[in-house]
């Protein structure tokens, strides 16, 4: 069955840098773009970051253009999120998504502060 597994999070000083990461099983992963999201308490969850099946062409949220960069490696079935220059308020858990298939990972918590 599907399965999209994150790994990465964790707890980092304002200005510290993470890299998350998202293993997907299940499906033919370098067919399908791929999206990191996040989600605070209360509030709805936000769309960071988009990678298409191709790697190129991305796009990003305005809060983290500049800070944070989507990749992909289709050979091992991995999508990653790396996160500089890290501010209190990307504190949230952060997903990954198939916006075609639907299909969301268990989530990793991310907190930046000092």
């Known amino acids: 069955q599907v399965q999209l597994v994150e790994s990465g999070g964790g707890l980092v000083q304002p200005g510290g840098s993470l890299r998350l990461s998202c293993a997907a099983s299940g499906f033919t992963f370098s067919r399908y773009a791929m999206r990191w999201y996040r989600q605070t308490p209360g509030k709805e969850r936000e769309l960071v970051a988009t990678?298409?099946?191709?790697?190129?062409?991305?796009n990003y949220a305005e809060s983290v253009k500049g800070r944070f960069t989507i990749s992909r490696d289709n050979a091992k079935n991995t999508v990653y999120l790396q996160m500089n220059s890290l501010k209190p308020e990307d504190t949230a858990m952060y997903y990954c998504?198939?916006?075609?298939?639907?299909?969301w990972g268990q989530g990793t918590q991310v907190t930046v502060s000092s």
């Open positions: 998504n198939t916006p075609v298939l639907g299909y």
């Open positions: 990678i298409p099946y191709t790697g190129s062409n991305t």
